[in-house]
């Protein structure tokens, strides 16, 4: 069943697991608004629940903008939601502020005991260091890019990392997307680092993921096609690419990464249910021309690839 609000459009989303519910928490701007580019400076993160990923009981909004001044006094974000060794739950999110009209991203969180009362956190937001990523002003784009968190704990370096999107602070302009990478070991003191990929001709690459699926690590983007490389608009016309990686954090070949999943349907996520099973979900960003507002029903990923092998050999062929 598709995920529809009848006053606010959403859009962006992510799911988390407390074990007896599933928590959708999503983007979301009042739909008297009329024209949908509005509702970025408009967002704040909703909140629903369901057992089952069909039925859904609506909460009390997560996040909304803060009271100002603040760097998130604006609007809330994309980001996503982890609990800690301690029980709690976190909530790492894009914001946005007035003082710089919405050009500037940061990214910040929010703690719970249960995901339902969110407390902002006392550390200051990160921000994009100057060092590996552009900065506001110091390239063509329009914007600083450093948002949609996507958080995880790798037991293998014994840190939880936090995937950004963000842009190189070299190279050419058009084409700097980068996946952004920051560290922690306790999901409140972070560090920068440097970027986990080399640009590869896009010029942003937007809610990235990583997971192991079925034996293959994988990374997730979305990417709109005006500023994908290598197909014209008509032949890309999905906005999700996945690319095949060596390990958790890469390295990701992302110059041979492929278009994937459903035309139309845009910030694409892949989780996994509690019996094991990956579903993919997404909204709908170009369904017939138009943006709906609304949230795909999880389909499971046997379905999209019917079958196939999650990178055939027919997507590993990169237009140029």
């Given at each position: 069943m598709t995920f529809r609000l009848e006053e606010h459009w959403a859009w962006d989303s992510w799911l988390t697991d407390d074990g007896e519910n599933y928590h959708l928490f999503y983007l979301q701007a009042d739909r008297s608004l009329k024209d949908p580019q509005k509702r970025h400076h408009r967002a704040s993160i909703g909140h629903s629940t369901s057992p089952n990923l069909e039925d859904w009981t609506h909460l009390p909004n997560a996040l909304s903008a803060s009271e100002g001044p603040a760097w998130d006094d604006l609007a809330t974000w994309t980001g996503s939601t982890v609990q800690g060794p301690d029980g709690r739950w976190h909530l790492f999110y894009t914001g946005v502020?007035?003082?710089?009209?919405?050009?500037?991203?940061?990214?910040?969180?929010?703690?719970?005991?249960?995901?339902?009362?969110?407390?902002?956190?006392?550390?200051?937001?990160?921000?994009?260091?100057?060092?590996?990523?552009?900065?506001?002003?110091n390239g063509t784009w329009p914007d600083e890019a450093w948002r949609d968190p996507f958080v995880f704990f790798d037991e293998d370096t014994n840190q939880w990392h936090?995937?950004?999107?963000?842009?190189?602070?070299?190279?050419?302009?058009?084409?700097?997307?980068?996946?952004?990478?920051?560290?922690s070991p306790d999901l409140e003191n972070w560090d920068i680092q440097p970027p986990l990929s080399a640009p590869a001709g896009f010029g942003e690459m937007e809610v990235l993921q990583t997971h192991q699926?079925?034996?293959?690590?994988?990374?997730?983007?979305?990417?709109?096609?005006?500023?994908?490389?290598?197909?014209?608009?008509?032949?890309?016309?999905?906005?999700?690419?996945?690319?095949?990686?060596?390990?958790?954090?890469?390295?990701?070949?992302?110059?041979?990464?492929?278009?994937?999943?459903?035309?139309?349907i845009y910030a694409t996520q892949l989780f996994r249910t509690r019996d094991g099973q990956w579903v993919l979900f997404g909204f709908g960003n170009s369904v017939d021309g138009e943006f709906t507002g609304e949230i795909i029903a999880p389909i499971p990923l046997t379905e999209v690839l019917d079958g196939q092998p999650i990178f055939p050999p027919v997507l590993n062929a990169r237009h140029h």
């Open positions: 502020s007035r003082a710089e009209d919405g050009l500037q991203q940061r990214i910040g969180s929010a703690v719970s005991n249960d995901l339902v009362s969110w407390t902002r956190s006392e550390q200051p937001p990160l921000e994009a260091d100057a060092r590996w990523y552009e900065k506001l002003g936090m995937l950004i999107t963000a842009r190189a602070a070299t190279g050419d302009p058009a084409q700097r997307a980068v996946v952004g990478h920051a560290v699926v079925d034996g293959e690590f994988v990374l997730l983007f979305s990417c709109l096609p005006e500023y994908a490389p290598g197909m014209p608009a008509s032949e890309h016309n999905t906005g999700t690419w996945i690319a095949r990686g060596e390990s958790i954090l890469g390295p990701w070949d992302i110059e041979g990464g492929s278009p994937f999943f459903i035309p139309g």
